[in-house]
C-alpha cells in the first residue's frame, strides 16, 4: 500500500510559478514510476508528466517547456515545477505512483487567474 500527499497548490497571477510536492509512504518508492495528472472543471483527468525509475520524463505537450518533474527518492518525494503559468492550468492536479498496481493522491487546487 501506498499512501500519497499533495502539498503546494493555491492562487497564482499568470505567469507565475508555483511548486508541488508529493510525499509517499512505502520503502519502495523508487521502484513507482510517479506522476502528475489534472482535472479541470468540466474536463476529463489528463496526464501532465511522469518520471520512471531511472529519471526518465514524460511531459503533455501543453506543459512542455514549463513544468519539470522531479523526484528524490531519500525522501519519497515527486515534485512538479510549474512555470509560466496560464489560466488554462487552472486544475486540481494529482499525484500518480504506479508500478504493478496504481494510487492515487487527494489532489491540490490549482489556481491561474489575475
Known amino acids: 500500500q501506498v499512501q500519497l500527499v499533495e502539498s503546494g497548490g493555491g492562487l497564482v497571477q499568470p505567469g507565475g510559478s508555483l511548486r508541488l510536492s508529493c510525499a509517499a509512504s512505502?520503502?519502495?518508492?523508487?521502484?513507482?514510476?510517479m506522476g502528475w495528472y489534472r482535472r479541470a472543471s468540466g474536463k476529463q483527468r489528463e496526464l501532465v508528466a511522469t518520471?520512471?525509475?531511472?529519471?526518465?520524463?514524460n511531459y503533455a505537450d501543453s506543459v512542455k517547456g514549463r513544468f519539470t518533474i522531479s523526484r528524490e527518492n531519500a525522501k519519497n518525494t515527486v515534485y512538479l515545477e510549474m512555470n509560466s503559468l496560464k489560466p488554462d492550468d487552472t486544475a486540481v492536479y494529482y499525484c500518480?505512483?504506479?508500478?504493478?498496481?496504481?494510487?492515487w493522491g487527494q489532489g491540490t487546487q490549482v489556481t491561474v487567474s489575475s
Open positions: 518520471i520512471n525509475s531511472g529519471g526518465n520524463t
Open positions: 512505502g520503502r519502495i518508492f523508487a521502484i513507482y514510476t
Open positions: 500518480n505512483a504506479a508500478w504493478v498496481d496504481s494510487y
